[in-house]
């Protein structure tokens, strides 16, 4: 990436809290999954549902699972338009459950999984009503301030500039802890507030050329 980036002054190709590709996600996500990876792999009868609403993580959950099962399919139900049909493989992985509809998630849950479901509502008493033993994880769980000051920096240092060996390099812009509290205490779990906000607020430092004010 070109110095002359806007974002050089920072030491950085491109603003980290832009939409990332479903690799990057995947890549950059700080999750500690194996203890739901073993659960799946306990039991064919397995399913884990991700609850929680828009923004706080149950994509990126999913994506970090695909990355620990090799074979699995993920299926993502779009808000408008005819519903994707489900493959036969397993692990299935469904995102926006919710907007599965009946006919859906009847045939989804008349086979073995493992399966998981991102979902908005609560799919519990279908999901073992079919028979499969159940694991809910809530997404909108408290995070705590160095919890998503890693997260955050982790986008950061993902958009690092690289410069030429020897060349002098931008201090690196950071979250510190203390400012990762303030984010929690006015937008609570909702990472994709905290990005939004954060995208805002760089931008305006970058094109009045100033340092952004959470540097280390």
């Known amino acids: 990436m070109p110095s002359h980036s806007p974002y050089a002054v920072l030491g950085l190709w491109?603003?980290?809290?832009?939409?990332?590709?479903q690799t990057e996600r995947s890549e950059l996500a700080v999750l500690d999954v194996r203890e739901m990876v073993r659960f799946l792999k306990a039991s064919s009868w397995a399913a884990i549902q991700?609850?929680?609403?828009?923004?706080?993580g149950k994509t990126t959950h999913l994506l970090a699972l695909c990355r620990e099962l090799p074979g699995a399919a993920l299926v993502y139900f779009p808000e408008d338009g005819p519903r994707p049909r489900l493959p036969g493989s397993r692990p299935l992985l469904v995102d926006e459950g919710q907007r599965m509809g009946w006919w859906r998630r009847r045939e989804l849950l008349a086979s073995p999984g493992p399966i998981v479901v991102a979902t908005h509502t609560d799919l519990s008493r279908p999901i073992q009503r079919a028979g499969f033993r159940l694991m809910t994880v809530d997404v909108q769980r408290a995070k705590s301030p160095q919890e998503l000051a890693t997260i955050l920096n982790r986008r950061i240092e993902a958009s690092r500039l690289r410069v030429r060996a020897g060349a002098p390099?931008?201090?690196?812009?950071?979250?510190?802890?203390?400012?990762?509290?303030?984010?929690?205490?006015?937008?609570?779990?909702?990472?994709r507030a905290i990005e939004n906000y954060l995208y805002d607020d760089l931008q305006q430092c970058v094109s009045e050329k100033q340092q952004w004010p959470h540097a280390i």
Do not use: D, M, W
């Not at 491109?14 to 590709?21: Q, W």
């Not at 991700?50 to 706080?56: A, H, N, R, S």
């Open 14 to 21: 491109r603003n980290p809290f832009g939409e990332l590709t």
């Open 50 to 56: 991700l609850i929680g609403g828009c923004g706080f």
């Open 169 to 191: 390099c931008p201090a690196l812009p950071a979250v510190v802890p203390q400012f990762a509290e303030q984010l929690l205490q006015r937008f609570g779990s909702n990472l």
